[in-house]
């Protein structure tokens, strides 16, 4: 255990989640995880729905498949929004979907919507494909270029005191690029031919110009399913979800909550005033080297840049950018639209959970009329944790190699400390 010093210590930046942590430190998993999912339905828009829909439907998902996750929002409007688009889970993403899959029934499906508005190089590393202490060879194919890269990079690393290990998946020059909308190219495909027989088998097939951030959804998807056998993860880019609606949104009612946000009008302003004038899109600028993420604030009637100045757009302009997708929706706007307008709670880290509280707050004080979900739900939301085993990080790619699957039945009775005690001690510092 963590025990009370730590947990004192956490207290002093992180007051709610000690208090979460103090609560629950020794709650079986079984009984903390199933009251993440414990949330009663509300209404949710037809065009988020279709979005949704569109959305997998774009991924190779078919008909049935689709219609069985509408209806699951519907009945239990539950997402995990914590991770980023990664094609490969780690140590704290893998303890997030244990705690998840803990609380779900095994005939539903655990439905993940993954963050795409991060650069590549994000900490997660949506660029790469991460792993623990698999030898290379499982990975690469010995002698091709890319082996050799791998190699001398993963040395780097070590020489620089990191214990990562990883196989990059884009070129270098790609590295701050903001994840959403970037495609697949000739380089990824090259890439594949190069990895390891078994590795190309727990990958699905790369195409040249489809959504990188689909391809990752699917990889990620994938490996987990292997690691929990009979458990279904679905993973999708959340961000392309809320694009879709906001498009449909714009195009067919102007007097749309998020029509009158995106506005040239003196509500509009006192609003973002209220938030403290948060990025409401994203895109990329071109920096030195590379292409950099470029947070985009409504000001008028217009997305002005603090790299690239003030462009001025009409309500078509705006669908346009987002049906080319040059656009991203932010994390304002995005959990504006799933977790206060249309009530699906957000599950995610004690970060995420924070500033969703805050949000929840912020727009009580705006005396809208608009039919918004303020529910508290805070201590109902919070999942975090990372997984070791004898003392090492868990990663989801060795385990799929290795053909090792974890069973959610044999967590059950595990206690939540035991999960959270990495997180107590690199909020606070101590050695692990």
């Known amino acids: 255990m963590a025990g009370s010093e730590s947990l004192n210590n956490l207290e002093k930046d992180y007051p709610e989640l000690a208090a979460i ?24 828009e037809p065009e988020l729905m279709t979005a949704f829909s569109q959305e997998l439907a774009s991924m190779g998902y078919d008909p049935p ?3 069985t996750v509408l209806d699951q929002l519907r009945q239990m409007p539950v997402l995990q929004t914590s991770h980023h688009i990664t094609p490969t889970h780690g140590p704290t993403f893998l303890a997030l979907d244990l705690m998840c899959l803990s609380g779900l029934q095994p005939f539903q499906l655990y439905l993940v919507g993954a963050n795409s508005g991060v650069a590549f190089s994000n900490s997660a590393w949506s660029g790469a494909l991460s792993y623990g ?22 040395k780097e690393r070590v020489a620089h005191g990191s214990s990562d290990s990883r196989i990059s998946l884009i070129p270098s020059r790609q590295r701050d690029n903001l994840v959403f909308n970037t495609p697949l190219t000739e380089y990824q495909t090259r890439l594949f031919q190069k990895f390891s027989s078994e590795l ?24 987990q399913n292997m690691v929990f056998g009979t458990r279904q993860v679905l993973i999708f880019d959340i961000n392309r979800v809320v694009s879709r609606y906001l498009v449909s949104i714009l195009s067919n009612q102007p007097d749309h909550p998020c029509g009158l946000l995106l506005s040239n009008t003196k509500e509009s302003a006192h609003i973002r005033t209220i938030f403290g004038d948060p990025p409401m899109f994203l895109g990329c600028y071109q920096g030195k080297k590379t292409e950099k993420v470029d947070p985009l604030f409504w000001k008028g009637q217009g997305l002005e840049s603090l790299k690239t ?21 932010g994390i304002f706007l995005l959990f504006f639209v799933l977790r206060f307008l249309n009530g699906l709670r957000c599950l995610g880290s004690f970060s995420q959970i924070g500033y969703l509280e805050r949000f929840r707050r912020q727009w009580g004080e705006t005396n809208l ?13 919070l999942t975090t944790g990372r997984l070791y085993r004898g003392g090492n990080p ?39």
Request: with cysteine; hydrophobic share 35%; charged share 25%.
């Open 369 to 381: 009329n608009w039919d918004l979900d303020l529910e508290p739900d805070y201590q109902e939301s």
């Open 394 to 432: 868990v990663w989801p790619l060795d385990l799929a190699l290795e053909q090792e699957q974890l069973s959610v039945k044999t967590f059950s009775h595990v206690e939540m400390g035991h999960f959270w005690e990495p997180i107590v001690k690199q909020l606070t510092h101590t050695t692990p």
């Open 65 to 67: 498949m689709v219609q």
């Open 309 to 329: 100045g003030y462009e001025e757009l009409s309500r078509l302009d705006l669908i346009r950018k987002l049906e080319d997708n040059r656009v991203c929706p």
């Open 21 to 44: 942590f103090e609560n629950g430190w020794h709650t079986p998993l079984k009984d903390f995880a199933g009251k993440l999912f414990q949330k009663a339905p509300r209404k949710i």
């Open 200 to 223: 190309q088998t727990l990958l699905p097939e790369m195409s040249v110009d489809r959504p990188y951030s689909q391809w990752s959804a699917l990889a990620a998807a994938q490996i």
């Open 133 to 154: 202490s698999l030898p290379l060879e499982r990975l690469c194919k010995p002698g091709t270029d890319l082996y050799r890269q791998a190699l001398k990079s993963d």
